[in-house]
Nanobody, 114 residues
Framework: VQLQASGGGSVQVGGSLKLSCAAS??????????MGWYRQAPGKEREFVAE???????TYADFVKGRFTISRDNVKRRVYLQMNGLEPEDTAIYYC???????WGQGTQVTVSS
């Protein structure tokens, strides 16, 4: 499977962005089973942001604090991350991941300035 993330950019504090990840070659069951978003800030390790599965409600990192929403379109094989109330600490490269295929996308840069 190939994962292509897009939608990053530069915004000011309090702004919003919607990230998109296309999962090419993913069979539906694997796509639905588990897809996630992670991020890596400069000088820091990659960290979990959100996950959507077929077995329960989405899960989020504590720092999301209700600001982000993960969703998916099974027909298009796309997973999204709507990010609102962005803060400078959200600046990072955001990656999507297929937990079933153990595959990462190339990442999309999000920069939040004050």
């Amino acid at each position: 499977v190939q994962l292509q993330a897009s939608g990053g950019g530069s915004v000011q504090v309090g702004g919003s962005l919607k990230l998109s990840c296309a999962a090419s070659g993913a069979i539906l069951s694997a796509f639905r089973e588990s897809m996630g978003w992670y991020r890596q800030a400069p000088g820091k390790e990659r960290e979990f942001v959100a996950e959507i599965t077929d077995s329960g409600p989405p899960t989020y990192a504590d720092f999301v604090k209700g600001r982000f929403t993960i969703s998916r379109d099974n027909v298009k094989r796309r997973v999204y991350l709507q990010m609102n109330g962005l803060e400078p600490e959200d600046t990072a490269i955001y990656y999507c991941r297929s937990n079933v295929y153990n595959s990462w996308g190339q990442g999309t840069q999000v920069t939040v300035s004050s």
